[in-house]
């Protein structure tokens, strides 16, 4: 039963946040929500650590802005990038190494990865992550993966299991 609500709640919150506030939106949105839900959360697999609710909630309020956050950092790199032909570029296939050993969780950490430009997940295992970027820095493995991952992990490392 948490997994229907944490999946509702999941997928009824991007709707408020696209529709707005009018009742009849909300209320369909709720209702269409509740519909897959119930379609699908039977086949869900993933775990929160802390509940599906609690940690739904800590995805969308505390993950959610860091990821808008870095997103906005890496467009305005790349933009950058593309408007000054002078800025280096260091492109480079880097090896991450990531703690979050569920598949739910290095899946969220993958695609926030590729998500922000400048940056693609190409491939992954159970401990690392194999990344394509645009301007390879950091000396060492981990201070990479600081850099390219770091934001993400240690929140979606709190959250999933």
Do not use: C
Not at 26 to 35: E, F, K, P, R
Not at 92 to 100: A, Q, S, Y
Request: aromatic share 10%; hydrophobic share 50%; net charge negative.
């Amino acid at each position: 039963m948490s997994k229907f609500i944490g999946a509702s709640v999941i997928m009824f919150i991007p709707w408020v946040l696209l529709a707005g506030s009018d009742p009849s939106e909300l209320i369909l949105g709720a209702t269409v929500a509740m519909v897959i839900a119930g379609i699908i959360y039977r086949n869900l697999d993933y775990a929160f650590k802390s509940g599906s609710l609690a940690g739904a909630i800590k995805f969308l309020v505390v993950y959610v802005p860091v990821f808008l956050w870095e997103l906005v950092k890496a467009n305005i790199d790349v933009a950058f990038r593309v408007l000054n032909p002078r800025m280096p570029i260091n492109p480079g296939f880097v090896k991450i190494p990531t703690g979050i050993k569920g598949d739910y969780g290095r899946l969220a950490l993958a695609n926030s990865i590729t998500l922000t430009p400048g940056t693609l997940s190409v491939d992954g295992d159970e401990n690392h992550l194999y990344v394509h970027w645009i301007d390879v820095m950091g000396e060492s493995q981990k201070e990479r993966g600081e850099l390219v991952s770091g934001p993400f992990e240690d929140i979606l490392g709190g959250i999933f299991k």
